[in-house]
């Protein structure tokens, strides 16, 4: 392509890094091999191609540019990342690796920040990766210094991390983001090369991520995995919205959580003895509820009904921020919690937390993601899930699905977006469309739960397009069904999804209910 830089060059360059990625990979970021297609992705992004990769939560995509940007002894790559945990992570990842890594962001020092200019600007940069906001990106500031760099021809990329937030039709729109096609209208001749990444992108918001980012299509390597994980095994459990004799909803609802919660401990303690098992640390989880009092109250419920099983932690941007971190880096360390009074190990340590606890999220050994009620949107729905089972090993995604959360979420949708007016009505489209999504999910008796996250995710298309496939050749990644019974559907058959969800309160009940609240 006229004006495209392939990076060093010469073709010879090209292979001598190619046949360094490997070292590099152990050396550097200390991991034994590449991961399914990172290798195919990393040298496009070496031979100087706009790159679009879609990958599955955990996949390991931050390498993918990481590593070229190092493996080049100069030159920067500039990183847009969404949010500063998930930057203030990456950053300290790379520093105790020993790359040379700065970023600028609001809680950047103005002596820090004079120090990472410039050295930017100084013609040969040390710092191999900085990451920035997007709001930082359209300042004029910024904006001139980086094509002072372009010009001395030290940029060598720009990666663009989280891409969906570009798209109004997404789940994360920030509109910052859609401000990025300034990259490619300005860092020209010679242009320089983009990669965007994300793990949840419908067909419409990827179209907006390429023509906004202004992709070009000729040079473009495209790339993606399953938008599900067949390592999570995922399940809905219907709730009947009616109270028992005795007990609430709620009630009902906990008692089965802390029942699957013990279903999950006997096996293990059959699989491992339990000698053994007194010596783990906690089994790790999430559970996802819609408010910031629901977090306290659910966190505070099962460490009181679960007779010393679990101890659960509220997680929400209520929370103090020092606290926050504090919690984020007990529920991370693994270690057992030896309680104080001589009580006996939880079995589960639980985070309870509101969506406030997203992107970023890099802990390997979380078992288990539960939506204690159905999740806004689709693609939250896929993001959260995916915190669980990270390290590969087998995880469970669960989701509690009623009619009366149903309506209400719904009802949210529509008063949320009348009262923002966020682009009012397309804004308000696609929020019903995602979250119409999670309700064919949870509603559905006759589909494997693997198969309808490619389907939403429009995986198939993405194939068509293009997209190259991870290891297994010829091996379609949309039509393969990698489900080994690793759904409700693939393990009880449409007949007992069916009978479970009859239980659930009918459309003519919930009518009752209502007419009694008026
Ligand atoms: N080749 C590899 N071998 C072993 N571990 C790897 C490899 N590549 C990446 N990882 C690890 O996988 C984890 C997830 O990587 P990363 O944060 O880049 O995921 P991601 O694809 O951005 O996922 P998400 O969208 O959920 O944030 C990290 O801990 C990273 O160190």
Known sequence: ?????????????????????????????????????????????????????????????????????????????????????????????????????????????????????????????????????????????????????????????????????????????????????????????????????????????????????????ENLRLFNTPSDRPNIHYEVRYLADYAGDNCTAEDSQLKNLLNWLRAIQSR?????????????????????????????????????????TVTAVAYHAGVEATKRSQIQSTWKSSRPVQPADGRKIPAFSIIVATNAFGMGIDNPDVRFVVHWTPPRSFESFVQESGRAGRDGRAAASLVYYGIQERNFIETMIHRDTESHRVNGHENRESKLESFGKVIRYCESITRCRHELIKEFFGDFELEEMGSQLPAKEGVSVASSSPCDFACDFCKEGRGGLAKRREKMASETQMALLYADFD
Request: proline share 5%.
């Open 1 to 217: 392509m006229p004006g495209m830089r392939k990076n060093d060059g010469s073709e010879s360059n090209i292979t001598r890094q190619i046949a360094n990625m490997r070292w590099v990979l152990k050396n550097t970021f200390k991991k034994h091999d590449f991961r399914p297609l990172q290798r195919e992705v990393i040298s496009s992004v070496i031979q100087g191609h706009d790159v679009f990769l879609q990958a599955s939560t955990s996949f390991g995509k931050s390498l993918c540019y990481q590593l070229p940007a190092v493996l080049k002894d100069w030159g920067l790559t500039v990183v847009v990342c969404p949010l500063l945990s998930l930057m203030t992570d990456q950053v300290n990842t790379l520093k105790s690796l020993g790359v040379s890594v700065a970023t600028i962001n609001s809680n950047t020092t103005h002596d820090e920040r004079q120090r990472v200019f410039e050295d930017m600007l100084c013609g040969h940069p040390c710092t191999r990766l900085l990451y920035v906001t997007p709001e930082l990106c359209l300042t004029e500031n910024f904006r001139r210094r980086l094509l002072t760099v372009h010009k001395q021809g030290q940029l060598i990329r720009i990666a663009i991390d989280e891409a969906h937030c570009i798209s109004e039709w997404g789940h994360d729109f920030r509109p910052a983001y859609k401000e990025l096609g300034w990259f490619r209208k300005n860092l020209v001749n010679p242009t320089v090369p983009i990669t965007a990444l994300t793990a949840t992108a419908t067909p419409r918001v990827r179209s907006d991520m390429i023509n906004i980012l202004g992709l070009d299509l």
């Open 268 to 308: 293990r303690e059959a699989r491992i003895g339990s000698e053994e098992m007194a010596r783990l640390p906690p089994m790790s989880g999430i559970v996802y509820v819609g408010t910031r009092a629901m977090a306290e109250h659910l966190a505070s419920r099962l460490c009181q009904s679960s007779d010393g």
